[in-house]
């Protein structure tokens, strides 16, 4: 038999925490954090100088909602609210340049996050942001630029390049 407990408000009697269910229960519905997703970068991808490049995260080795797209590169969550965005990135270059930039877009013409890094031994950077997405249109993406002169490699050999989000609970 399946019972259901309605109320309006819980308060607790005293004490700092409120007790629901036994170890090993599950939650779903607003107490969780997901949509989630945590991709990396498989194969190879080389930036040309001077053009800022949608970074191609083909592995999403976590995917809870089905959001991460492994053929655009974008998150595109389909549960509205507060999102938590991160990427982090470097160059496979030992070569000292000006003008490294990992940058987070918001449907493709908002940059949410930045940042600039002068190439030193294979720099990295590493970006997080917290952006407000609709759950059904908005999407996001990690990008990279570099100036160079030649196409440099992105590093992916222990994570190295990994793009990641979730949904903040509360929200």
Do not use: W
Request: hydrophobic share 30%; glycine share 10%.
């Amino acid at each position: 038999m399946v019972s259901q407990l309605k109320v309006n408000e819980i308060i607790k009697q005293s004490g700092s925490s409120i007790t629901i269910g036994e170890s090993g229960d599950t939650v779903s519905g607003p107490f969780t954090m997901v949509p989630a997703f945590y991709a990396t970068q498989e194969s190879a991808q080389s930036i040309s100088s001077g053009s800022v490049t949608v970074i191609s995260f083909d592995t999403a080795s976590l995917d809870t909602n089905s959001c991460y797209s492994t053929s655009t590169y974008r998150f595109t969550p389909n549960v509205s609210g507060f999102y938590c965005v991160f990427m982090h990135s470097a160059f496979d270059s030992s070569t000292d340049f000006d003008g490294v930039e990992m940058q987070m877009y918001k449907n493709n013409s908002t940059q949410i996050a930045g940042g600039i890094v002068r190439n030193e031994s294979k720099d990295n950077i590493s970006l997080s942001v917290i952006v407000q997405l609709n759950g059904s249109s908005d999407y996001v993406d990690a990008r990279a630029y570099q100036n160079s002169g030649g196409a440099i490699e992105l590093r992916r050999t222990g994570g190295q390049t990994v793009f990641g989000g979730y949904r903040i609970i509360g929200t």
